[in-house]
C-alpha cells in the first residue's frame, strides 16, 4: 500500500504491482516476465538476494535499474540502488521489549526462544545480535534458536518442534509476521499460552492480533514503513 500510495503521486508513472509469495522460482520468474515487457525500472524485494542475484543482474545488463530493497544482493553489479532498515534496531527493540516484560514479572533465569527468518541472511545475522546484544542488558540470554525459512509452513513446523522441546517458556520472539501465521498456528494446536511473543515487520495481521489481545502474541517490532513508497520515487528519478 505504501508503494501503491507513492506512485499515485505520479501521474506519469504506471505502477505494476507483483507478488509471487516467498517462493523463489515464482520469484525469478516474475522478474523474468517483468524484463521481457521492458519496463522501465524494477524495485525487488527479494526472499533471499543471493537466489535472486542472477535474475536482477540480468535486468540490470538489459539496462533495466534495480532498486533493491531490503535483503540485498551480493553483487553490487545487480542493484542501481539498495534501500535497507536498520534490521539491528528490530532485534534491539525486541530484546527491550521481552527483557523487560520478564524483569517486571521476576522471572529470573527465563527461557527465551528465537525463530528467525532465513538464518544466513545478512539481515537475520543483525536481527539476531540486536535481539541478544539486548536481552544481555537484563541478564539474559537465548535458549534456543531455529530458522523458518520466512514461509507459513516452515513457520508451523519449526514452532512445533520448538514447543515439544521445551515444556516450558517464558517468551519467543519470532522474526517475521508472515511466518509468524503458522508459528501462531502451531501454539493454537498445541494448547500452549504460558509465555508471550514478539513478531516482526509490523503484518496487519499481526497488528489485529495485538489489538485483540486474546493469544500470546503481545507485540511487533519493525523499521520505517516508508521503505517501499522512498524506493518507488527512487525508481522514477
Do not use: C
Not at 508503494?3 to 517462493?23: I, L, R
Not at 524483569?103 to 545475522?125: H, M, R, Y
Not at 540470554?141 to 517458556?169: M, P, R, W, Y
Request: proline content about 3%; hydrophobic content about 40%.
Amino acid at each position: 500500500k505504501n508503494a501503491t500510495d507513492a506512485a499515485a503521486q505520479f501521474s506519469d508513472v504506471e505502477f505494476k504491482a507483483v507478488e509471487p509469495t516467498n517462493d523463489i522460482n515464482q520469484q525469478i520468474s516474475a522478474v523474468e516476465s517483468l524484463i521481457q515487457a521492458k519496463v522501465d525500472a524494477l524495485v525487488i524485494l527479494p526472499n533471499d538476494g543471493e537466489q535472486l542475484n542472477q535474475v536482477a543482474r540480468q535486468a540490470m545488463d538489459a539496462g533495466i535499474p534495480v532498486i533493491n530493497l531490503d535483503r540485498v544482493f551480493p553483487d553490487k553489479l545487480s542493484y542501481r540502488t539498495w534501500l535497507g532498515g536498520d534490521n539491528y534496531g528490530m532485534g534491539v527493540a525486541a530484546g527491550h521489549f521481552i527483557g523487560k516484560t520478564l524483569k517486571d514479572k521476576g522471572v529470573s533465569d527465563p527461557v527465551i526462544l528465537e525463530i528467525q527468518g532465513i538464518a544466513t541472511l545478512p539481515l537475520t545475522q543483525e536481527r539476531s545480535k540486536g535481539f541478544a546484544d539486548a536481552l544481555k542488558t537484563y541478564g539474559f540470554s537465548v535458549t534456543a534458536q531455529q530458522d523458518a525459512k520466512f514461509t507459513v509452513e516452515s513457520g508451523t513446523q519449526v514452532a512445533s518442534n520448538l514447543l515439544q522441546a521445551h515444556k516450558k517458556i517464558d517468551a519467543i520472539w519470532n522474526h517475521d509476521d508472515d511466518q509468524g501465521i503458522g508459528v501462531l498456528a502451531a501454539i493454537k494446536e498445541a494448547g500452549r499460552d504460558e509465555f508471550f511473543m514478539v513478531g516482526g515487520a509490523g503484518s496487519a495481521n499481526a497488528m489485529r492480533d495485538i489489538q485483540a489481545d486474546n493469544g500470546v502474541l503481545k507485540a511487533t517490532v519493525t523499521y520505517s514503513p516508508t521503505m517501499a513508497g522512498s524506493a518507488i520515487k527512487l525508481a522514477r528519478l
